[in-house]
Nanobody, 119 residues
Framework: QVQLVESGGGLVQAGGSLKLSCGAS????????MGWYRQAPGKQRELVAL???????NYVHSVKDRFAISRDNAKNTVYLQMNDLKPEDTAVYYC?????????????WGQGTQVTVSS
């Protein structure tokens, strides 16, 4: 059974930094896309950052100059370095992985990790 296991969330003051990590446990083909979504209270889940296996990245505009996504393809692990955090970044952050459509395109989600930014 494949699971995405996240770590690195927590409480930080505005302007601070956190680094989220997410690794895939179990037998899984190399995901074509890995990344992060977030959901704040009362809001819809939104894309934060995605990275394809070829290194292509996609960020939501509000984090583009502050967050950096990276991957270790050998370990099926994805990271999110978050700098200059703002109170509006407060949310539950979910790890995301999608397999290549040629092997089924299965989507996996992590259980979520809370990030709280105090003003």
């Amino acid at each position: 059974q494949v699971q995405l296991v996240e770590s690195g969330g927590g409480l930080v003051q505005a302007g601070g930094s956190l680094k989220l990590s997410c690794g895939a446990s179990g037998s899984i083909s190399r995901p074509k896309v890995m990344g992060w979504y977030r959901q704040a209270p009362g809001k819809q889940r939104e894309l934060v950052a995605l990275m394809s296996s070829d290194g292509t990245t996609n960020y939501v505009h509000s984090v583009k100059d502050r967050f950096a996504i990276s991957r270790d393809n050998a370990k099926n692990t994805v990271y999110l370095q978050m700098n200059d955090l703002k109170p509006e970044d407060t949310a539950v952050y979910y790890c995301y992985a999608q397999l290549d459509p040629f092997v089924g395109g299965t989507i996996y989600w992590g259980q979520g990790t809370q990030v709280t930014v105090s003003s």
